[in-house]
């Protein structure tokens, strides 16, 4: 469940806490599933950037 949830872009905050982790080290090491919403992330930032909404 957790390897989806970061595949779909969920925060590891979410993942954590619906895995009952108690610590974010816990929980990091779902961090290196997905890269699209780093991606997504970098889009945005660039977008505004630039003055333009970021769109998928």
Known sequence: MASYQAIMGSSLAIIGRSLG???PQCTAIYARLSNAPVRAS???????????????
């Open 21 to 23: 982790h108690k610590s």
């Open 42 to 56: 970098m889009g945005a930032a660039i977008g505004r950037i630039r003055g333009k909404d970021f769109e998928e």
